[in-house]
């Protein structure tokens, strides 16, 4: 089982949008509404922000929206912050036979 | 308030044995999903695999079946992980997650546990 597809860096200046691709295949992502996204600061525990592909924890902004179309998930993170600068990760459900799978991760940098 | 407490960094030799753990608190430790994670130096997350506390059912990552073992005491809410012969390449930061209401996210996460293999 390979990890999903991330795009390596990603990157906007303060107020504008950046928007994360994620894309698995018809067994993962494409097989169910299970993708969440992580955000992790350097030196820091990840961070849940998405899950259900759509939906947000309490205390997450709503800066932060999830949409998935096909094999491909997709984060979108609004109105950036500088807080915003961290590593983001997609995770979706794979089958019983490999539990859950990670992106390979985006460095989401704000100019 | 949900924690995940993990047990602290160890320094290791090739070829021994070791057990980490991950206490949790704040919530029904038997009816939710615990997961581990492996983070090596400078890399991704990688899922290693997931337990129910509740009756032990464990699901192991195909990368990783065999070379590592989950397992939890329900009787003090702690899972753990397990390696019999530690390799250079175990060398990585573990975390455990609990598993959210939806059994798919992992929506609190312990500190980390770093785990450092060198001869």
């Given amino acids: 089982q390979s990890a999903l597809t991330q795009p390596p860096s990603a990157s906007g200046s303060p107020g504008q949008s950046v928007t994360i691709s994620c894309t698995g295949t018809s067994s993962d ?19 849940l922000m998405i899950y259900g592909v759509t939906k947000r924890p309490s205390g997450v902004p709503d800066r932060f929206s999830g949409s998935k179309s096909g094999n491909t998930a997709s984060l979108t993170v609004s109105g950036l912050q500088a807080e915003d600068e961290a590593d983001y990760y997609c995770s979706s459900y794979a089958g019983n036979n490999n539990p859950r799978v990670f992106g390979t991760g985006t460095r989401v940098t704000v100019l | 308030e949900v924690q995940l407490v993990q047990s602290g960094a160890e320094v290791k030799k090739p070829g021994e044995s070791l057990k980490i753990s991950c206490k949790g ?34 699901r ?18 702690t899972a753990y992980l397990q390696w019999s012969s530690l390799r ?32």
């Fill in chain 2, 60 to 77: 192991y990552s195909p990368s990783v079946q065999g070379q590592v073992t989950i397992s939890a005491d329900k009787s003090v809410s």
């Fill in chain 2, 25 to 58: 608190s704040g919530y029904r430790f038997t009816t939710s999903w615990i997961g581990w994670v492996r983070q090596m130096p400078g890399k991704g997350l990688d899922w290693l695999g997931i337990i129910y506390p509740g009756d032990s059912d464990t």
């Fill in chain 1, 29 to 47: 992502v494409g097989a169910n509404n299970y993708v969440s996204w992580y955000q992790q600061h350097p030196g820091k525990a990840p961070k």
């Fill in chain 2, 88 to 119: 250079a390449s175990d060398t990585a930061m573990y975390y455990c997650a609990k598993v959210g209401f939806s059994g798919y996210e992992a929506d609190y996460w312990g500190q980390g546990t770093l785990v450092t293999v060198s001869s």
